[in-house]
Every structure is written in structure tokens, then in C-alpha cells.
């Protein structure tokens, strides 16, 4: 990996240019010309640019996109270490300690999570932020800022929610609308928190319509499938015409569903338009703790929802908290997490992993200018293997990223130093 600017003063027509780099859909190794910050040109032998950057036939991607985090509630292991390992006991022990959150408190946690992020070249990410009245718009305003930052390496994308409930907890809507009001970027819920599930879910698509937002849901987290939310959640997005913008995440129920009842769920996400997130290190971490042997894995087949039509994502969910006591915001951990346990082998098993944490969650995320094609915004991450395969399979270290065309992290590559006999 080298840097270095033309010798003369000749005026290049790209400011940069990525020279032979892999690029999934091209055949051979191409050049990446970017000027004005997006993609120019894709091509072998490109004219110079102001500044050249050696990839050596590896891989270049659009950057990492997570659609499930909750910064807001991330490195809180110090004042809620992990109890039981249930849902119940993780919701409840944040619960305890939120009402104590600072702006402060909140902006230095989550920053360290998104500064981590940002160097597992993640160039896009959506939080969840819990807003209540226990909490008030603390954490949404320290991510508010958060979001200025860190604008340079990271797009971030708030979606507010409420996590103990919505119907039976009076002031809490209310909360949402001002948030909403105040700039938030989506609308989520957890329906199986709230003693009225339809009730919250109808909430939760009205300020969804009256605000024009996405809604992105806490959705069926258990493994029993004779109860499921999916149904109202697909007839809701078909009566409010939101197809294409309603994403539910977990939903573990679908591990636990026979053959035939898996695929007419999945047919019906497809036909609503409604997206999946998988969430592979907290649903195992969570689920299955009251089987003695035999245990289930409890995670949604994202990957079969896929070939079926569903956009599919994986994500990380939490870090370093009661749901999730573990993480480096690396989503070709998970990626390669979710591999291991959906037994996943082939190059093209793989390559849609990896499609789950770049393209599909783009998808999700309904982001206009991301992607490896010409015209797109150069926001770009140099990984450090030959094929988006071979990044899941070694969780490969990505050396360099960029957020449109400016360089916003680099990590060289690990050098083996051998000793030499005199």
C-alpha cells in the first residue's frame, strides 16, 4: 500500500485513482478513478491521478453498512454486568441504570463504539436510541452530536424507540413525536415488550406516516413460533403503502418455524417488502438458555430468507453490554459469525454473507448513493484479501477506508518481523 502525488504539473483527470484493485462484478483487476469525492471511472489503466493508491489485486468495497447498533447503550459492563443472560434481566438491568445517563455519559460510551466502527471500515450505521420517559431525549440528543462529529468517516442514522413498552407507559409517545420532530431518522418498537403488541405496532406506523420516516422494529424474539407479530407487521405495511421501508430485527422466531411455514413467512416479508436483520451475537447469546441439551442456535436463516426475496442483513446489535458482553464492531466477525453457525462453506454462500453486510443492508437502509459504480459517493474500504469470500472466511483487517474520496482511517497491514542470525 503506497501514496504519492504526480512529480509534474500536469492537471490529472482524477484526483485519485486505486490501481488494480479486485472488484466484485469485474473481471480482472481495475482501476477506481474518484474526482470530486464519488467514483468517475471503474477500468483497467486509468489515466494518472493527483494522488495514486497501490490496492495490489486486493479487494475494494463499498464500505460496511450496519443497520442494528445500539451506541446509546454500548461499554456499560462496569454498572450492569451480565445476571441470568435473559432478555428479561438485560432489558431490566439497562433499565435501572438509563435513568442516571448523561449526555456526557452517552457521547464518550457511544463515540468509542462508533470510532471502532468506523475503523472496521463501517461507512454507514443506523442506531437504535431508546427514548422514554425514564430517559427522556438524553440519548438522542448526545447522538444528535455524535452524528456531526463523526460526519467526516460515518453516516449515522438515528432510529428512536421505545424498549419497555409504548401503550401502557403514558408520555412516552409523545417523546417519540419530538424526537421524530427534532430530526430523527426512523421509528422502531418492541412490540413483545408492550402488554397491547398490535396496539404499539399501529402507534408506531402512524408516526411512521406522519413523519415520513422508515420503521425499523424489535420484532418475534423467542423461540416459539405458534405467536408471531410478522403478519400485522406485513398487513400494516401493505395499508400504508410502506414497502421498502419497514425492516424488523431478530426475529428468531423464523429459526424455530418447520420448512413450509418458514418459506410462506418469508414469501409474505417478500411480497410486503418488508426486510430482515439478523442479529447472530446476541440471539445466541439470549436465546435457548432454558434448554438442557440439544440447544438451539436461534437465529434467523438469513441467508434462505434471501434466496426468497427478503433483503437480509447481518448486524451487530450490542456491544459490551447485558445483551451482548463481547464485540469489536467488526461486521466481518459477524458475517463470518453467522457463517459458522448457518454452516456456510462455499464461495457463494460467502460472497452472500459478505453481500449482507454491504449491499443488502444498503438495500435496507434505502441509501441512494452507495455502492462500486460510477457516479456513487467514494466511500470505500480496501480489505486485505483477494475475495469478498476470502474477507469472510479470514475476517479479514481492512487497511484504509474513505468517506467521499477523503481518506478517513488507515491501518497498514501486520508485518512479521523474523530474526536474522548475525
Request: glycine letters at 8%; one cysteine or more; charged letters at 25%.
Amino acid at each position: 500500500m503506497r501514496w504519492w502525488a504526480l512529480p509534474d504539473d500536469r492537471t490529472p483527470m482524477f484526483d485519485i485513482v486505486l490501481r488494480r484493485a479486485s472488484v466484485t462484478g469485474h473481471a480482472g483487476l481495475v482501476d477506481i478513478g474518484i474526482a470530486g469525492g464519488r467514483i468517475a471511472a471503474l477500468a483497467p489503466d486509468l489515466p494518472a491521478g493527483r494522488e495514486e493508491i497501490e490496492a495490489g489485486g486486493r479487494v475494494v468495497c463499498a464500505g460496511f453498512v450496519e443497520t442494528h447498533i445500539h451506541l446509546d447503550k454500548s461499554r456499560l459492563l462496569d454498572r450492569c454486568p451480565c445476571g441470568a443472560g435473559t432478555l428479561a434481566d438485560a432489558v431490566a438491568s439497562v433499565a435501572r441504570v438509563k435513568r442516571r445517563f448523561t449526555a456526557e455519559d452517552v457521547h464518550q460510551r457511544a463515540g468509542q463504539t462508533l470510532e471502532q466502527a468506523i475503523l472496521q471500515g463501517t461507512t454507514h450505521l443506523r442506531s437504535h436510541v431508546e427514548v422514554d420517559p425514564r430517559v427522556g431525549l438524553v440519548s438522542f440528543e448526545a447522538l444528535k452530536t455524535l452524528k456531526r462529529d463523526y460526519a467526516f468517516a460515518i453516516d449515522l442514522s438515528l432510529c428512536v424507540f421505545p424498549q419497555e413498552g409504548l401503550t401502557n407507559d403514558p408520555g412516552c409517545e409523545a417523546l417519540l413525536a419530538a424526537a421524530l420532530a427534532d430530526g430523527a431518522d426512523a421509528i422502531g418498537g418492541a412490540p413483545y415488550m408492550d402488554p397491547d403488541p398490535a396496539g404499539q405496532l399501529a402507534t408506531i406506523f402512524r408516526l411512521a406516516r406522519d413523519f415520513d420516516v422508515d420503521i425499523d422494529l424489535h420484532l418475534d424474539f423467542d423461540l416459539d413460533p405458534s405467536r408471531s407479530d410478522m403478519a400485522e407487521v406485513c398487513r400494516l405495511t401493505d395499508a400504508h403503502g410502506w414497502g421498502g421501508r419497514v425492516a424488523i430485527g431478530h426475529a428468531t422466531k423464523l429459526s424455530a418455524m418447520m420448512p413450509a411455514a418458514f418459506e410462506a413467512a418469508a414469501r409474505r416479508l417478500a411480497d410486503a417488502g418488508v426486510a430482515v436483520t439478523v442479529l447472530p451475537a446476541t440471539d445466541l447469546f439470549l436465546n435457548g438458555r432454558d434448554t438442557t441439551h440439544n440447544a438451539p442456535r436461534g437465529v434467523a436463516p438469513a441467508h434462505r430468507l434471501a434466496r426468497l426475496g427478503v433483503t437480509s442483513s447481518i448486524a451487530s446489535n450490542n456491544v459490551l453490554n447485558p445483551f451482548t458482553p463481547y464485540g469489536d464492531c467488526s461486521l466481518l466477525r459477524m458475517a463470518n459469525l453467522y457463517a459458522n453457525l448457518a454452516q456456510l462453506g462455499s464461495d457463494e454462500d460467502l460472497g452472500l454473507c459478505f453481500d449482507m453486510v454491504t449491499s443488502q443492508p444498503a438495500r435496507l437502509m434505502n441509501l441512494r448513493d452507495y455502492g462500486l459504480a460510477t457516479g456513487a459517493s467514494a466511500d470505500l474500504v480496501l480489505l486485505d484479501c483477494a475475495a469478498p469470500a476470502d474477507a469472510v472466511r479470514e475476517i479479514s483487517p481492512p487497511l484504509w477506508g474513505m468517506k467521499a474520496g477523503r481518506r478517513s482511517f488507515e491501518r497498514p497491514p501486520a508485518v512479521l518481523k523474523r530474526q536474522i542470525e548475525a
